[in-house]
């Protein structure tokens, strides 16, 4: 079946550096990725949607130079949180969207980001 | 309204059935899902239903759809300690995805 990985699972980091957040289709072509952000204990908001070859598009509220999503081939897209402030520690989760069915969507396992 | 709603918490005995219900907002939604969510982990999908159909069965799980009262329910027979977790209705709609708030499910041995 479809498989989407995250890396990394997990990673402590110090405010004001910056984080990668890597999602990949392991076994299917992705032309459209999505970010979500998990808070405790609540439902999944939707970042961003990324698309292959294009710039990001972006929910309201989420700022996009803070966030930013490179999604350079169809099998990988990457968040970056720039300079990263405790707020921004979350479960960050990506999903991917098979290139040939636009109602399936597979989730990667998450990623927990804790900024100290 | 406009988000898709879920009550917040159930609990059940192992052994019985439990049911999860989702109100979700659009009916032309065309696709309606049931994710599971284990404590640190991603989504997993469960199963989904087509809008033109009232049920489907996978092994333990049914799934029962009312178009006229955008009532989605998850049945899960014969409920296990480990189908504790969070589980997430989601409907496709303007070719997207739209979570509910999650309902915890938990088992009690």
């Known amino acids: 079946g479809a498989v989407v990985s995250q890396h990394p699972s997990r990673v402590i980091c110090k405010s004001g550096t910056s984080v990668k957040i890597e999602c990949r289709s392991l076994d299917f072509q992705a032309t459209t990725m999505f970010w979500y952000r998990q808070f405790p204990k609540q439902s999944l908001m939707l970042m961003a949607t990324s698309n292959e070859g294009s710039k990001a598009t972006y929910e309201q509220g989420v700022e996009k130079d803070k966030f930013l999503i490179n999604h350079a081939s169809l099998t990988l897209s990457t968040l970056t949180v720039t300079s990263a402030h405790p707020e921004d520690s979350s479960f960050y989760i990506c999903s991917a969207r098979d290139h040939g069915s636009s109602y399936e969507q597979y989730f990667g396992p998450g990623t927990r980001l804790t900024v100290t | 309204g406009e988000d898709v709603e879920q009550s917040l918490f159930l609990s059940v005995r192992e052994g019985d059935s439990s049911v999860i219900n989702c109100t979700y907002t659009?009916?032309?939604?065309?696709?309606l899902y049931w994710y599971k969510q284990e404590p640190g982990a991603g989504l997993q999908l469960l199963t989904y239903?087509?809008?033109?159909?009232d049920m489907k069965q996978d092994q333990r799980l049914t799934v029962l759809l009312n178009k006229k009262d955008k009532h989605l329910s998850l049945r899960i027979a014969d409920t296990q300690t480990g189908d504790s977790a969070i589980y997430f209705c989601?409907?496709?709609?303007?070719?997207?995805?739209?979570f509910g708030t999650g309902t915890s499910l938990t088992v009690i041995p």
């Open positions: 989601a409907e496709f709609r303007s070719n997207q995805f739209y």
């Open positions: 239903i087509f809008s033109n159909m």
């Open positions: 659009d009916s032309s939604s065309t696709y």
